[in-house]
């Protein structure tokens, strides 16, 4: 049964990054300005220019023993995150409340592909000839969406989505979309990717890592760094939530996506699918661009993704974007890839929540771009609307609007 004017509610929350493995111990450490990067050990980086990454502490009693490749390792980290949100939410983990009604949407840019893991040690270790090329080829999602569904008691749809860097916040996308239409009455959105040999060097090929601490949107950027991330949230409808006695932490008004198919990795210099992707959200929401408090940005800290982003920004908010406080979660955690979208879905919730923008890392040595505004150290605003803004390769674009429920 379609109840597309219900309004949805996120009832819970889950994180892990190289700041925690937990939403409270997160968001505290982005508080108080900390990073957490640190060298990177869980694979050679001796000949890159870049040494550390945002690692991320094992999920508990686990130890780098306890796992064959990155795609156990990511599906632990799901298992714990989606935990934590189902505790935040009062509900049983392993007990959804319907098992058919019940959905799970996964996003991530990696998905299965760590099975590339085992080929480079083989690759690196005993040469070419050694390595099992079928493991490049290898990419099925199919095993750990089966045990996180059996985990969570999750009989409805389970769904990849895989759009670079786009996916997590596209993953609350779709969960917006089966609650609208009827298709389920909870969904697990959830993100993430952890870090590793194959994409490091890819990402490191192209020049896009940086040596020096990141610069979001400043003259001297010099790139990203990568970390792991994980996030989960639980979406439904507020009436379901509210009968339940589960209290809603934010609201989910609404989501935007576009595709602008410009470069394979390079933004359209002008921002135009972003723009489009953030525009959508807020006719989604049913509301204009003077009503967004706070936007949490993409900002890779990258030359033209960040100059993309601001052209974007300018050509919704105009003048105003002055007045906007903008916060970047990248300079503290690294870049999540796929988890990106949905760790700082989860950030903006706690924004809302709090009414406290955490300070953007790496602003204050010189902007590149006039007329916007980061928090050096963590500042009380009144936030009733915020924006969270991912933006992949390919012209993947996500944009998520999200409202505070008042205590």
């Not at 020049?207 to 950027?221: D, I, K, T, V």
């Not at 209290?247 to 933004?267: F, I, N, V």
């Not at 210099?269 to 509301?287: D, F, K, N, S, T």
């Not at 993409?298 to 105009?318: C, I, K, M, Q, Y």
Request: charged residues 20%; aromatic residues 6%.
């Amino acid at each position: 049964m379609t109840r597309s004017d219900d309004a949805l509610v996120v009832t819970g929350l889950g994180l892990s990054t190289c700041l925690g493995r937990d939403v409270e111990t997160n968001w505290q450490a982005l508080v108080e300005g900390r990073c957490g990067f640190e060298k990177i050990e869980c694979f050679d980086v001796a000949d890159a220019r870049v040494h550390d990454g945002g690692v991320s502490p094992l999920p508990a009693g686990l130890d780098a023993s306890s796992f064959a490749d990155g795609r156990t390792r990511a599906t632990a980290h799901y298992r714990e995150t989606i935990a934590e949100a189902f505790a935040s939410a009062g509900i049983d983990a392993g007990r959804a409340l319907d098992p058919a009604r019940t959905a799970l949407a996964v996003g991530s840019s990696l998905a299965a592909s760590a099975s590339s893991e085992p080929f480079w040690n083989a690759f690196l270790q005993d040469g070419p000839a050694a390595a099992d090329y079928r493991e490049l080829r290898s990419y099925d999602i199919e095993p750990m969406l089966d045990e996180l569904a059996d985990a969570f008691d999750v009989r409805g749809e389970a769904a990849l989505v895989s759009n670079a860097c786009a996916a997590g916040a596209s993953s609350i996308v779709l969960a917006r979309e089966l609650l609208l239409s009827g298709e389920a009455d909870l969904v697990i959105a959830a993100g993430g990717d952890t870090l590793e040999l194959h994409t490091f060097a890819g990402f490191h090929s192209l020049n896009l890592l940086s040596p020096e601490a990141l610069r979001p949107f400043g003259a001297e950027r010099q790139g990203m760094k990568l970390g792991d991330g994980f996030a989960a949230l639980l979406i439904e409808r507020e009436a379901d939530a509210r009968a339940a006695g589960r209290k809603p932490l934010a609201r989910l008004l609404g989501s935007g996506e576009s595709a602008d198919a410009h470069s394979l990795t390079q933004p359209h210099p002008e921002g135009l699918g972003a723009a489009l992707a953030m525009q959508r959200a807020l006719r989604a929401g049913g509301v204009g661009p003077e009503v967004v408090d706070y936007v949490n940005l993409h900002a890779t800290a990258t030359p033209s993704n960040d100059a993309s982003e601001f052209h974007a920004l300018r050509s919704v908010f105009g003048d105003r974007l002055a007045d906007i406080p903008l916060h970047a979660v990248k300079p503290a955690v690294g870049h999540t890839l796929g988890a990106a979208g949905a760790v700082e879905a989860v950030v903006s919730i706690r924004v809302l929540q709090t009414q406290v923008v955490p300070p953007t890392l790496g602003v204050d040595e010189g902007l590149e771009f006039d007329g916007v505004q980061f928090a050096s150290v963590a500042v009380e605003r009144p936030v009733r609307h915020a924006m969270s803004n991912s933006f992949g390769f390919g012209g993947a674009n996500a944009s998520l609007l999200f409202g505070r429920c008042e205590p």
